[in-house]
Structure formats: structure tokens, C-alpha cells
């Protein structure tokens, strides 16, 4: 089975959120960086809810998460994984995130991209006395609406009081 690799996190030392997703897909590790699947929602909900323009370079997707204080990346440093369904996660090595932590003090809550990143996230880092959310995946096998997504991400994002910890 294959070995994945995460990207390096994308972050500023004054970061104020953590997104973690579980994994590269197969189309992100081939175009370069995060979410790149056409049909996942993550860069259009980013977009509408902070209200700018949805990036299409990676350039503009740094820029998006840099410029709002958002630090992005993975529960997994390296899985065992065919294809991209995250429900295929085997032999996981996870990043670093409490070193990641301590880079960007500011993080008051770290958002957990679907059910999976959410899962190895608990199981790795249940310990951390840090706001953990469980959000609905952005990715297009989850079939949830993308209003109710959008919404959901928009609590969490914004800090609304629907924005419950998880853990």
C-alpha cells in the first residue's frame, strides 16, 4: 500500500485557528497543495465565509490563510493509503501539532476537518487543553449539503456560539 506524505503547515507565529485535515488526496499530492479536488467545498467555504475571493493558486490559498491568521495542515505526517478515502487510513505517523502549538501560542481552537481527521486527532492528541471542533468534511464523498456545510464552518470560523468542543 502506499505511504502518503502531509505538506509542510502553512502558519504565522500570530495564528489564531488550526485547521487539520487527515491526509493529501491523490489530487492534492498531485497538484501541490491542500484540497485541490475541484469538487471539494474547503477553499470555496473559506472564501465565502471570510468574505474575499476564492483563491485558485497556491499563492492566493497561503495568502488566504496567512492573511486571516489561519494556520492549516494534517493530523497525519504519513499514512498507509489507497486512493483518497480517508475511511483507508491505515499505519498513521502524525504531525507534529503540539510543536506547532507552541510556535503559534495564539491558537485558541483547532478545527477538525470530517469525522477521520477528527478520530486521529482524539486518538493522537485527546490531551491537548485546546478547543477541539468536529467539522463536517469540505470533501465531495460527504454528501451533506453544501449551505449546511458552509454554515457549520462559518460558526467555527467566526467563533459563533453553535461552535461546540468536541473533545
Known amino acids: 500500500m502506499e505511504r ?3 505538506y509542510e503547515a502553512v502558519y504565522r507565529a500570530d495564528a489564531r485557528l488550526l485547521i ?3 491526509a493529501p488526496s491523490v489530487q492534492s499530492l498531485q497538484k501541490g497543495f491542500y484540497y485541490a479536488h475541484p469538487q471539494n467545498a474547503f477553499w470555496k467555504i473559506l472564501a465565502d465565509v471570510l468574505g474575499c475571493e476564492r483563491p485558485t493558486e497556491i ?6 490563510l496567512i492573511g486571516h491568521r489561519i ?3 494534517d493530523v497525519a505526517h504519513s499514512c498507509a493509503r489507497p486512493g483518497s478515502m480517508d475511511a483507508d487510513i491505515r499505519d498513521v ?3 507534529d501539532i503540539p510543536a506547532l502549538l507552541a510556535r503559534c501560542p495564539g491558537i485558541s481552537r483547532v478545527l477538525l476537518n470530517g469525522g477521520t481527521a477528527f478520530a486521529l486527532y482524539r486518538r493522537h492528541f485527546g490531551a ?3 478547543e477541539a471542533v468536529r467539522l463536517p468534511s469540505t470533501s465531495p464523498a460527504y454528501t451533506l449539503p453544501y449551505a449546511q456545510k458552509r454554515e457549520r464552518w462559518a460558526q467555527a470560523l467566526l467563533g459563533g456560539s453553535d461552535a461546540k468542543p468536541q473533545l
Not at 59 to 64: D, W
Request: charged share 10%; hydrophobic share 50%; aromatic share 10%.
Open 128 to 130: 491537548l487543553p485546546i
Open 71 to 73: 494556520a492549516l495542515w
Open 20 to 22: 487539520l485535515g487527515t
Open 4 to 6: 502518503v506524505f502531509s
Open 59 to 64: 499563492a492566493q490559498k497561503k495568502a488566504l
Open 93 to 95: 505517523t502524525p504531525n
